[in-house]
């Protein structure tokens, strides 16, 4: 019996607790709540705390109110001087007006994809009336804050505010970045082989003038060793006569004997000489 009572006294308290459960919902300090009733916009909650609503009729979506971002695909553009680039981008958001975006996109998975077709429609047109090389100096910053001008202005309509857009990655296309390549190798090649004709004309400029040099040099040292030579020869000449004016029967001997110790050797040809021979004079005596 006891029992019974409890099991009945039981159940309103958990129908109760239900309803108190299905009526309380809490909004964080980082989210924006919108309260929903059959999918009508009842009210829009910005601030964090504790809120109550109609249980079963009434639902919560809660909506981030930090700074979002995401990237954007790499998409082909033709510049102002008909260029072409692979530009990826990406973008960072808010939602600064929950109810007209609940209204326009849902989610952001909806904000994603309009804010994609937004970029790609304004990054093109943006990036069509400038050249390659804005894109690749500071200028770059310029553009990236021109396109994200434009997609804020754009996006207002969904209850969006683009805070920032940047240009992550500009490549070339593959046919392009080959042909560039190809170009650079061949310009290096050229440049390679005038490198190599100057350092041959070098080379042979270098190779004539030291030619030149030794010639030079090797004539002026015969012309020194000449005069050197004759100098000696002189000197010797004139000590030599010098000499055999002093004593000329003495030098004729000396210079005899020379002639002896030169001429009868092992090694030189026999040959037959007469005794009176004027050779043998100093034999004879």
């Known amino acids: 019996m006891i029992s019974r009572s409890l099991i009945v006294f039981s159940i309103p308290l958990l129908v109760l607790g239900c309803i108190l459960m299905g009526s309380l919902f809490c909004v964080q300090q980082t989210q924006q709540t919108l309260v929903l009733e059959f999918g009508k916009l009842i009210r829009v909650i910005k601030e964090p705390g504790l809120y109550v609503k109609i249980p079963f009729l009434q639902n919560v979506r809660h909506y981030d109110n930090r700074i979002l971002d995401f990237d954007l695909s790499k998409i082909p553009a033709t510049l102002g001087d ?9 973008a960072r958001y808010r939602i600064v007006n929950p109810a007209l975006f609940y209204r326009t996109v849902q989610n952001e998975e909806g904000a994603t994809q309009r804010l994609r077709i937004l970029n790609q429609s304004i990054a093109l047109g943006v990036l069509g009336q400038v050249k ?10 310029e553009i990236a804050h021109i396109i994200r001008d434009q997609m804020n202005r754009a996006a207002k309509a969904f209850g969006i ?6 240009l992550r990655g500009t490549d070339l296309p593959v046919e392009n970045s080959e042909a560039i390549f190809n170009r ?11 490198f190599r004709s100057r350092g041959d004309e070098i080379s042979q400029e270098i190779k004539s003038t030291a030619d030149k040099e030794r010639t030079i040099i090797l004539a002026e040292a015969r012309k020194q060793s000449e005069i050197i030579r004759g100098e000696g020869d002189a000197y ?21 004997l020379k002639a002896y110790k030169e001429a009868l050797t092992a090694e030189t040809t026999t040959f037959v000489l ?3 021979d004027p050779f043998f004079k100093y034999f004879n005596r």
């Not at 008909?82 to 990406?90: A, C």
């Not at 505010?161 to 940047?166: R, T």
């Open 82 to 90: 008909q260029k072409r680039l692979l530009v990826e981008t990406f």
């Open 132 to 141: 390659l090389t804005d894109v690749l100096s500071p200028k770059r910053s």
């Open 161 to 166: 505010e683009v805070v920032d857009v940047q």
């Open 184 to 194: 650079m190798i061949s310009e290096r090649k050229q440049e390679a082989q005038e």
């Open 236 to 256: 010797v000449t004139g000590k030599a006569a010098g000499i055999y004016g002093k004593d000329v029967e003495f030098f004729n001997f000396y210079r005899s």
């Open 274 to 276: 007469s005794p009176k």
